[in-house]
């Protein structure tokens, strides 16, 4: 059998950090591979810091675009390049471990498999915030590891063969920051049958939030897109393979809350009553996922709580500005 080609596209703007992806790409152990780096219309000193890495290095290949047009225009034109039967995704701020291409393009030797999503682990781990980031996930991949198929890919760590992307259309460039492109294509795989699986021992190093406003702009711009996201695939509101279910109900009941708050002047006692009800359900299940962290660290029991109301309170902010924006 005939050694499938890699090629692993790197998307990259204004972020001279980059070099330790590129160093450690540059040393993998699997026989046949590309690295092609797209710059998405950097105006700083990170293109000539990547022009000087890969000069004279025959694996990589460097794209630099006259202007910013967004992560998921960028990995579309790195693919269209690409020379591989396989095209792997990783971001300019990860680092993957030395044998990532291997255990990436393993599971492709079943003729059935059209993507692979591997696993995060926390480059900055000295903050609590980005350590409770990394559990927060680590959680949700435990949950799609159990599945024999999946229909969540994150680009961080994702592969597909390049056929089944080009013929699928691609990344929508309309998701004009990384806030869901990789998902709606995940969920397009999925609902034409194409058979995604999780491999968790292909990782690569991240770095997550460092702050809670950091995190909480995060989420903020997730639920933002998730209106869109949910508007072209609306089964997907009940759940998937990524999503835990006491993560998708806090947003109607977060919802519920606001609302009930707003009238329960006007209904007395009893809306008050409600409106702290739906806090106390909210809080509980955030102990709850708190607790469950606790295996990683068991400061979480304290941290996790705060942490995830926050990401209640900012994922809730976002959609209803996605609703409000619904011509984006």
């Not at 780096?37 to 000087?52: F, M, P, R, T």
């Not at 300019?92 to 692979?116: E, I, L, N, Q, T």
């Amino acid at each position: 059998m005939s050694v499938l080609k890699a090629s692993v596209i790197v998307p990259t703007y204004r972020y001279p950090g980059v070099v330790d992806c590129l160093e450690v790409l540059s040393r993998q152990n699997y026989t046949d591979y590309e690295v092609i780096v797209v710059d998405d219309g950097s105006c700083d000193e990170s293109v000539g810091i990547v022009k000087n890495f890969v000069k004279g290095k025959k694996k990589f290949r460097f794209i630099v675009f006259d202007k910013n047009r967004g992560p998921a225009a960028v990995r579309n034109a790195g693919v269209k390049k690409a020379k591989g039967d396989v095209v792997l995704f990783t971001d300019s701020d990860c680092k993957p471990c030395m044998d990532w291409v291997s255990k990436m393009m393993k599971p492709f030797s079943d003729s059935s498999v059209a993507g692979v999503s591997g696993t995060y682990r926390t480059w900055n781990d000295e903050s609590v915030v980005a350590r409770f980031v990394g559990y927060e996930i680590a959680l949700r991949h435990e949950r799609m590891a159990k599945r024999k198929k999946i229909d969540f890919i994150g680009t961080f760590c994702a592969g597909y063969r390049r056929s089944v992307f080009l013929a699928e259309g691609g990344f929508d460039e309309k998701f004009s920051i990384a806030s869901g492109e990789d998902t709606e294509f995940s969920y397009r795989l999925a609902s034409k049958g194409h058979k995604m699986i999780f491999v968790k021992d292909a990782w690569v190093y991240h770095r997550h939030p460092d702050s809670v406003w950091r995190y909480m702009k995060q989420k903020f711009w997730r639920g933002f897109w998730r209106v869109r996201l949910y508007r072209k695939h609306t089964k997907k509101v009940k759940g998937e393979s990524y999503t835990p279910f006491n993560v998708l109900v806090q947003i109607p009941l977060f919802f519920v809350f606001v609302a009930t708050a707003v009238v329960s002047p006007f209904i007395d006692i009893i809306g008050y009553a409600l409106s702290v009800a739906i806090a106390l359900v909210i809080i509980l299940l955030n102990i709850l996922e708190g607790a469950r962290m606790m295996k990683y660290e068991k400061s979480m029991i304290c941290v996790a709580p705060m942490l995830l109301s926050a990401r209640t309170v900012a994922s809730g902010l976002g959609v209803a500005l996605g609703f409000i924006r619904r011509k984006f």
